[in-house]
């Protein structure tokens, strides 16, 4: 079976990604698009939150909106973000749940399998970490985070391959608990970037690794597209939700 890949890597600000991510979801929900996979970056860079996050709890508010840096809430659920235009590549995969992706814990097993898949490829020894996490050295280097309605998944997640953490560290906000669960107490001590263990990154080969990785997690060829005058319709419409106030603040 084919897996449509997306390459959307010229950018597009946070509103517009999720709103695109979201959008895929729901035509994929009504049967007017394949399995798709899309491989994208933010630009500027920015912030998105979870969608049961307490927003003034996941990040630094003030840092934000001194520093001009755009943020929104997800559909999905998970922890804060911070999605650097020049460290980061996101993926989103939209699939209908049946078989091993019927089971939630699973599903994040095989789908993060792409980037544990696509790691291992260019040398570096890398684990799927339940819930949802990968790690390379006992470190996150990517974290993903799922929605489902009507029989299908949305599920999107990072690969920080020089996320500027300096920058991370100030915009957002986790909890000492959570941190002190796994076994540090900064979030700097938490994280890692592919940068840091291979050295610079070759941004054309990584996204090669990827749909090669995805691929093989998922069993499905990949077949390249790009975005239908349909689904950029429809993320036209939805941008709003996600510029607004009642979206964002909503907890």
Known sequence: ????????????????????DEALLNLRMEGKIPDTLRIYRFQPSSV??????RIRESVNLDYL???????????????SV????????????VLP???????VQES???????IVSA???????????????????????????QTRRKGYLLQHGTLMYATNLDVLEKVLVVPTVKLESKGVKTIRERVVTLEKVTGQVNVDVLVKKLIEGFSEA??????????????????????????????????
């Open 65 to 79: 909106l001194s520093s001009n840096i755009q943020f929104t809430r997800r559909i999905t659920g998970g922890g």
């Open 218 to 251: 998922l069993g499905r060829k990949p077949v390249l597209g790009e975005l239908t005058e349909a689904e950029l319709k429809l993320a036209e419409q939805l941008v709003e939700k996600y510029k607004s106030k009642e979206w964002i603040f909503r907890r």
């Open 108 to 114: 994040y097993r095989v789908i993060c399998g792409g």
């Open 119 to 145: 790691l291992r490829k260019l040398g570096v020894e890398t684990a799927f970490v339940p819930v949802n996490d990968v790690t390379v050295m006992g470190r996150k280097i990517s974290g993903s985070a």
């Open 82 to 93: 911070y999605h650097d235009e020049n460290g980061e590549i996101t993926y989103s995969v």
């Open 1 to 20: 079976m084919d897996l449509r890949v997306i390459l959307d890597l010229g950018g597009r600000d946070v509103y517009w990604q999720m709103a695109i």
């Open 97 to 103: 749940i049946e078989g091993v992706l019927t089971d």
């Open 48 to 53: 998105t939150v979870g969608y049961f996050q």
